[in-house]
């Protein structure tokens, strides 16, 4: 999309010929799991249709456009990897909006307005997004779809960016290196800079955030997390729940992975339990698995199912020339393969669990069952996710607080944990 958008206003020829063989490759393929990046696709063909004109490459993204967006959830977010993650709906956000920028096309206004309504839940306190407890872990975020939504009219996208930008000991940037900066967020923020200034001079000028075609007002509404306010998500398994005190959002689907904060920053973060099943390989309860049964009533809610086994893979300099070499002699063949060793892991162990969690209004009262047929040695999960996901294991201030433990061997434990956001302390119960 870049490339062609550089070719257009500067006019140049040379690259013609490399757009249009990519574009065919585009139209014959699709991405069915990670879905940012399918829109990716469909913002590039928009641009070089934009480009040359072909009606072929119009053709191939309408196919692609239809079939990505019958794929949005009734929540509003788009799959990734069997759940929603928070860092790439925001790439998802802002390749739509780039998609409508180039296109004019309406049927994208309602889903952008949709995942902008959903994204803004897990906009925390501190000025961060997103983590933990969503499907890849991602805590970076792209910039320009909230500024072009803003032009839409979408006071929500107003409010989040108010948020993102506001004073904070912290800063979701910290979580990108300069891979993912250079990959797509350096050109999002371009993007949104260009785009704040056609916002600024269109707007009218008054008291409140003024944006959008000249045509309204739009004032910064409250986000969630700054009132007390409580949202179940069914088809994702999160959960919001905020009051005066603190902000927790749960991922069900991830065993009930939990981060709690207060109006400044994280306080606790509490990712369940692993087993160490060899030296390489463990079973976990935050795994993505939406085999999960989970529920939500008023003030609690609660998952169970089985922990995920999964195998540690450990980055060698042999295994990875080893990849090369089979990367180059089959292509992008091995890629379907590696996501589903890596990426995509439905095994299971033996170990049930189930966990209970109830607020109040100071304090979450977390409640484990942990159950296996043989005496097995349970240790407190870390934040690190056991899922490949390398824009997802980059610094969070997260680190430094969900801290690895051992609980002890067992075949059988009742665990029960009060985090009391007035005190900072944590009570641990043996039931």
């Given at each position: ?12 020829k040379?690259?013609i010929?490399?757009i249009?063989?990519?574009s065919?490759w585009?139209?014959?393929?699709s991405?069915?799991q ?5 829109m ?8 070089a249709h934009?480009?040359?004109?072909h ?5 191939g993204?309408e ?5 990505f967006l ?6 509003g977010w788009?799959?990734?990897y ?5 860092g790439y709906?925001?790439v998802?956000?802002?390749?739509m909006?780039?998609?409508h920028?180039?296109s004019d096309?309406?049927r994208v206004v309602e ?8 994204f ?11 983590g933990?407890?969503a499907?890849r ?5 792209m910039?320009f ?8 009219g979408?006071a929500d ?5 108010a ?9 979701a940037?910290d979580?990108?290196?300069d891979?993912y900066f250079?990959?797509?967020l350096?050109h999002?923020?371009?993007r949104?800079?260009?785009q704040e ?6 707007g009218?000028?008054g008291?409140t955030?003024?944006?959008?075609h000249?045509?309204r007002?739009i004032k910064?509404l ?5 009132i007390?306010?409580?949202r179940?998500f069914?088809?994702?398994?999160l959960?919001h729940?905020?009051?005066s ?9 991830k ?7 207060d109006?400044?920053?994280p306080?606790?973060v509490?990712c ?9 390989t463990?079973?976990a ?5 939406s085999?999960?049964?989970y529920?939500?009533?008023?003030n ?11 195998t540690?893979k450990e ?5 990875s020339?080893g990849?090369?070499?089979v990367?180059?002699m ?8 590696l996501?589903?060793k890596?990426?995509l892991?439905?095994?299971?162990i033996?170990?049930?669990?189930k966990r209970e969690?109830e607020?109040s ?9 942990l ?5 097995v ?5 870390d934040n690190?996710?056991?899922?490949y996901?390398?824009s997802?294991k980059?610094?969070?201030a997260t680190d430094?607080?969900a801290q ?5 061997q067992y075949?059988a ?6 985090y009391?956001l007035?005190t900072d302390e944590?009570?641990e119960?043996?039931?």
């Amino acid at each position: 999309m870049s490339t062609c958008e550089v070719v257009r206003r500067l006019s140049i020829k040379n690259y013609i010929s490399a757009i249009e063989k990519t574009s065919k490759w585009l139209c014959e393929h699709s991405e069915t799991q990670a879905l940012n990046q399918e829109m990716a696709s469909i913002a590039a063909l928009q641009a070089a249709h934009n480009l040359l004109g072909h009606q072929w490459v119009k053709g191939g993204l309408e196919r692609k456009l239809t079939v990505f967006l019958s794929r949005q959830s009734a929540d509003g977010w788009f799959p990734e990897y069997g759940g929603a993650d928070i860092g790439y709906l925001s790439v998802c956000l802002d390749m739509m909006c780039q998609y409508h920028k180039l296109s004019d096309d309406e049927r994208v206004v309602e889903p952008i307005r949709k995942v902008v309504e959903f994204f803004k839940y897990f906009v925390h306190p501190d000025g961060t997004v997103g983590g933990e407890y969503a499907s890849r872990n991602t805590t970076c975020y792209m910039p320009f779809g909230f500024e072009y939504a803003i032009s839409l009219g979408i006071a929500d996208a107003a409010a989040i960016k108010a948020k993102l930008y506001s004073p904070s000991d912290v800063c979701a940037m910290d979580a990108v290196d300069d891979r993912y900066f250079s990959h797509y967020l350096l050109h999002s923020f371009c993007r949104a800079l260009e785009q704040e200034q056609i916002n600024s001079t269109q707007g009218n000028g008054g008291s409140t955030l003024s944006y959008g075609h000249g045509l309204r007002s739009i004032k910064a509404l409250p986000l969630p997390c700054d009132i007390a306010e409580k949202r179940y998500f069914l088809e994702s398994g999160l959960v919001h729940y905020s009051t005066s005190s603190y902000t927790a959002i749960v991922g069900l689907q991830k065993g009930g992975t939990l981060i709690l904060f207060d109006k400044d920053k994280p306080r606790f973060v509490d990712c369940g339990y692993r087993v160490s099943c060899g030296s390489k390989t463990a079973a976990a309860t935050n795994w993505q698995d939406s085999g999960t049964q989970y529920n939500f009533d008023e003030n609690k809610c609660a998952t169970d199912g089985v922990m995920s086994k999964v195998t540690i893979k450990e980055s060698t300099p042999i295994l990875s020339m080893g990849l090369r070499v089979v990367a180059f002699m089959v292509g992008n063949k091995i890629i379907g393969w590696l996501k589903r060793k890596i990426i995509l892991v439905n095994d299971h162990i033996d170990i049930a669990f189930k966990r209970e969690i109830e607020f109040s209004e100071n304090t979450v009262t977390v409640t484990d069952e942990l159950r296996s047929p043989t005496v097995v040695r349970f240790d407190r999960a870390d934040n690190m996710s056991l899922r490949y996901v390398a824009s997802g294991k980059l610094y969070s201030a997260t680190d430094l607080i969900a801290q690895r433990k051992t609980v002890g061997q067992y075949k059988a434990v009742k665990i029960r944990h009060v985090y009391n956001l007035n005190t900072d302390e944590t009570k641990e119960i043996m039931l």
